[in-house]
């Protein structure tokens, strides 16, 4: 069965703390993203990965970094938490070359990070 | 990026078909027509995609118009575990993996 696992469903941080929020796939999935979930605004996409070592910028970098050294793992990074950052954070990964098939993005359950 | 445009939220009565409207006006030829949905304190799951033809799964139906400006995802029996946010999608063909969501519909079925 296809799992994308989450570290964390819950999450209290304080401001400027350095916060990992970690994201393991066991497809083999070439690509792997980051969401944000916020009432009213949907999901944006923070960051995503089309292999180890690469990324691109999603809609909403601002405040984020991401690492993606194994395949099967890739990490959002909040370098110094703020309260605008507190959220539901939500990983997906998908195969590589999606084309005709539009292949289909597996997410995770999320984590609820709250910044205080 | 084409948009798509979705009612807020929609009721049905449990064990009924429901009809879930999508307008793209904007669509290109080459636009995948892609419907996820979201239960309740769960991330999104794939429910359906297409480009021309109508498609069904073991999930749902997928009706796209003749001219491609709308679809309409259809639930064939509604039940209770169909209550979620329902989100239609475009999907470039030669673009990269990413999705863009809306706020979708959220979906209530009542008992």
């Known amino acids: 069965d296809v799992k994308v696992t989450q570290s964390s469903r819950y999450l209290v941080k304080r401001t400027g703390e350095k916060v990992f929020l970690e994201c393991v796939q066991d497809?083999?999935?070439?690509?792997m993203f980051w969401y944000r979930q916020d009432p009213g605004l949907g999901l944006r996409l923070i960051y995503f990965?089309?292999?180890?070592?690469?990324?691109e910028k999603g809609d909403i970098p601002e405040g984020y970094s991401v690492s993606r050294e194994k395949k099967e793992r890739f990490s959002l990074i909040l370098e110094s938490a703020s309260t605008n950052q507190t959220s539901m954070y939500l990983c997906?990964?998908?195969?590589?070359?999606?084309?005709?098939?539009?292949?289909?993005?597996?997410f995770g359950p999320g984590t609820r990070l709250t910044v205080t | 990026d084409a948009k798509t445009t979705q009612p807020n939220s929609m009721e049905s009565n449990e064990e009924e078909p429901v009809h879930l409207p999508c307008n793209h006006s904007?669509?290109?030829?080459?636009?995948?027509i892609h419907w996820y949905r979201q239960l309740p304190s769960q991330g999104p799951e794939y429910v359906i995609h297409?480009?021309?033809s109508n498609v069904n799964n073991r999930m749902a139906s997928l009706a796209i118009a003749e001219d491609r400006k709308s679809s309409t995802l259809i639930l064939h029996r509604a039940t209770l575990r169909d209550a979620a946010v329902y989100y239609c999608?475009?999907?470039?063909?030669?673009?990269?993996?990413?999705?863009?969501f809306g706020t979708g519909t959220r979906l209530t079925i009542i008992p």
């Open positions: 997906a990964s998908s195969l590589e070359g999606g084309g005709p098939m539009g292949d289909e993005q597996y």
């Open positions: 497809m083999d999935h070439e690509n």
């Open positions: 990965s089309y292999d180890v070592k690469m990324k």
């Open positions: 904007t669509i290109s030829g080459t636009d995948y």
């Open positions: 297409g480009l021309t």
């Open positions: 999608i475009l999907r470039h063909l030669f673009g990269n993996e990413k999705l863009t």
